[in-house]
């Protein structure tokens, strides 16, 4: 559903995402969001670093089809054990499962940003590793009970309660696990003429 979208925004967010909404927000840049209507399939043979790149693309460019002529920031996350894509588990069965699932385990978050105007693009890839604890189920269920992030890539959220099922994070950017390449972003706004901070 897209909201209604500010004239005097210079900047348009490709996103109904919360977490994304929220991130940006940091930057203190003026910015409206409008949530894309894309399909996220994956394509045959697709990389997940490529799905998240492809689609911060194509959620950008089907927003900017809307509003010609205003800058807009796509982004897109895949979580992924291999060339296995966790998606957002939905259900608490599912991100049970699924936190199982990485228990003991390294699980790569690609996350893709794109701004664009017209034929002026600036995309940025961020992966992040992080390595996941040995976790029992009684474990898993106590943070579900505490923190059902149902809606978040892996089924945690590592800026809450979820940092506990970890045993390291590398990356270049802690806010790309969250959601938005807030480092990138930032070089892309300036590259664009914007004034951070």
Same mark, same amino acid.
Request: charged share 20%; net charge positive; aromatic share 4%.
């Given at each position: 559903?897209?909201?209604?979208?500010?004239?005097?925004? @210079?900047?348009? $967010?490709?996103?109904?995402?919360?977490?994304?909404?929220?991130?940006?927000?940091?930057?203190?840049?003026?910015?409206?969001?409008?949530? @894309?209507?894309?399909?996220?399939?994956?394509?045959? %043979?697709?990389?997940?670093?490529?799905?998240?790149?492809?689609?911060? $693309?194509?959620?950008?460019?089907?927003?900017?089809?809307?509003?010609?002529?205003?800058?807009?920031?796509?982004?897109?996350?895949?979580?992924?054990?291999?060339?296995?894509? *966790? %998606?957002?588990?939905?259900?608490?069965?599912?991100?049970?499962?699924?936190?199982?699932?990485?228990?003991?385990?390294?699980?790569?978050?690609?996350?893709?940003?794109?701004? $664009?105007?017209?034929?002026?693009?600036?995309?940025? *890839?961020?992966?992040?590793?992080?390595?996941?604890?040995?976790?029992?189920?009684?474990?898993?269920?106590?943070?579900?009970?505490?923190? @059902?992030?149902?809606?978040?890539?892996?089924?945690?959220?590592?800026?809450?309660? %979820?940092?506990?099922?970890?045993?390291?994070?590398?990356?270049?950017?802690?806010?790309?696990?969250? %959601? *938005?390449?807030?480092?990138?972003?930032?070089?892309?706004?300036?590259?664009?003429?914007?004034?951070? @901070?």
């Amino acid at each position: 559903m897209a909201s209604t979208i500010s004239k005097t925004a @210079p900047l348009i $967010l490709a996103s109904s995402s919360r977490y994304r909404l929220e991130l940006l927000a940091r930057l203190r840049v003026p910015f409206t969001a409008h949530a @894309p209507e894309v399909d996220e399939t994956p394509l045959a %043979g697709e990389t997940p670093a490529s799905l998240a790149q492809r689609l911060a $693309l194509v959620k950008a460019r089907a927003v900017a089809q809307l509003h010609p002529g205003r800058w807009v920031l796509g982004s897109d996350q895949v979580a992924s054990t291999g060339e296995h894509i *966790l %998606g957002k588990p939905g259900t608490r069965a599912r991100a049970l499962e699924q936190l199982q699932s990485c228990s003991g385990k390294s699980v790569t978050f690609d996350t893709a940003m794109v701004l $664009l105007k017209g034929p002026q693009t600036f995309p940025a *890839l961020d992966t992040t590793l992080v390595r996941f604890r040995t976790l029992t189920r009684t474990e898993i269920e106590h943070y579900l009970d505490a923190e @059902p992030a149902l809606d978040c890539a892996g089924g945690f959220k590592a800026e809450g309660l %979820g940092i506990a099922l970890l045993s390291t994070i590398k990356t270049c950017d802690p806010t790309a696990l969250i %959601g *938005l390449p807030l480092i990138a972003v930032r070089h892309a706004l300036a590259q664009a003429g914007f004034c951070i @901070p």
